[in-house]
């Protein structure tokens, strides 16, 4: 693997290739300030909805670091665009504020836009939508939960994929494998590809939760017939250029990179590195009072650990605990470091829970040079997820910030 760094103990978050050139050829196309604008969409469209508590929060300094951390200190794009945030309770006042020529912003930001080119994807709004749209409000991984998405703005959007009982592949979070006739009941992943290339924002990056084995395979296939059915609309971007393979199973991860060399990819695991001993607790415990301890979590965190655990096989150090679901295609992998070295070099980012990503724990894991994402947070924490934990990524039922 190439080496980030020189210094293999402080070495800069790795960062994937560009996978193609058609994004170049377009984004030569597109004036800068359209991109700007175009950026933006999603974050106007959730100003309106947003709540007064999270505007308290939007100090000036916890604004200017959130965006140094996309442009880089001492940057003029990071002090307007944080201008900007804190002026939105003054209902854009601002603009009586600022003094800024417009070609020096236009060129500031072409060097922020060029600088950020090294990343395959657009990650400066830093939320992905969990299962298409939240938790409780469409039906997960719909279509519906899909095109509401979308409207809303956003612009990453995570579903999970399961096989049918028909041998197709369905968006689903747990086993549909029992199900009679899925297709009346789940969204097919063609129907959700097409939904997407169809979509008149062709900035949107997939995500996809591969929970079973075998699925990765198959995936590629489906996005190159939808790659090759929308090749000839205006301005169409392959959804083969604009996606991650997210997995708790490193097996699937490893066969995703051997299959697309430059997909970008995202290890999801439980850390308990600071907790010793642990590790023999917890296999002593066994699985169901993990599932009690979970329901606590899920308390404070707004997540549902305890549902997802009682269909999950568990593992410690790749060593399995679980009572059920030995042999299930729903794995959890609880390290009492870090992941091992062949996870992180492979691999672009981890996921973990966000209650457990402490700041040391993300420094930890930058090091090494890898991105850390977290799930599980709720809108009224996603800035402090971000700014004051050092997330790169961050994964949530809520990311409209409110209804």
């Keep these: 693997m190439e080496k980030q760094n020189e210094n293999p103990s402080k070495k800069t978050p790795k960062q994937a290739e560009k996978p193609s050139e058609v994004n170049d050829s377009k984004t030569k196309r597109k004036n800068i300030v359209n991109i700007l604008a175009d950026e933006l969409t999603g974050v106007q469209k959730r100003i309106s909805r947003m709540p007064s508590a999270l505007k308290e929060m ?5 604004v200017k670091a ?5 442009f880089g200190k001492e940057n003029r794009i990071s002090s307007f665009l944080s201008l900007i945030a804190t002026s939105l309770a003054e209902k854009f006042e601002f603009l009586n504020k600022i003094k800024i020529s417009w070609s020096d912003f236009e060129n500031q930001l072409k060097i922020a836009a060029e600088k950020a080119a090294k990343l395959p994807f657009d990650l400066k709004e830093f939320i992905v939508s969990h299962r298409a749209l939240g938790y409780g409000r469409y039906r997960e991984n719909s279509k519906e939960a899909l095109i509401a998405a979308m409207k809303g703005g956003e612009k990453q959007i995570e579903i999970d994929l399961r096989w049918g ?3 197709k592949i ?4 747990d086993p549909i494998d029992h199900i009679e006739n899925p297709k009346d009941c789940f969204t097919e992943l063609s129907q959700a590809l097409r939904i997407f290339a169809e979509d008149e924002n062709q900035n949107i990056v997939i995500f996809f939760d591969i929970k079973e084995l075998g699925i990765v395979e198959e995936l590629d296939p489906v996005i190159e017939e939808t790659d090759q059915k929308h090749k000839t609309r205006h301005e169409y971007i392959p959804i083969a250029d604009r996606h991650f393979v997210v997995g708790f199973n490193f ?6 990179r051997k299959l697309r060399k430059k997909r970008p990819l995202i290890f999801c695991y439980i850390p308990i590195y600071k907790l010793k001993g642990l590790g023999i607790f917890l296999k002593r415990l066994g699985q169901k009072k993990m599932m009690e301890i979970c329901k606590v979590i899920d308390k404070f965190s707004g997540g549902h650990l305890e549902k997802d655990l009682a269909k999950t096989c568990i593992t410690v150090n790749d060593e399995k605990i679980s009572e059920t679901n030995e042999n299930g295609n729903n794995l959890l ?6 992941p ?3 996870v992180l070099e492979t691999v672009e980012y981890v996921c973990v829970p966000a209650i457990l990503a402490g700041p040391k724990l993300v420094k930890l894991i930058h090091e090494k040079g890898v991105n850390v994402a977290v799930w599980g947070v709720s809108e009224k924490h996603i800035q402090k997820a971000i700014v004051e934990t050092g997330a790169d990524l961050v994964i949530t039922d809520r990311p409209d910030i409110g209804d």
């Design 58 to 62: 939007l100090s000036p300094g916890s």
């Design 165 to 167: 009982i028909d041998g």
């Design 251 to 256: 097996q699937i991860l490893k066969t995703a």
């Design 66 to 70: 959130f965006f140094e951390k996309i």
């Design 170 to 173: 369905y968006l689903s979070h």
């Design 340 to 342: 091992p070295d062949e």
């Design 333 to 338: 992998g609880i390290f009492t470091k870090l």
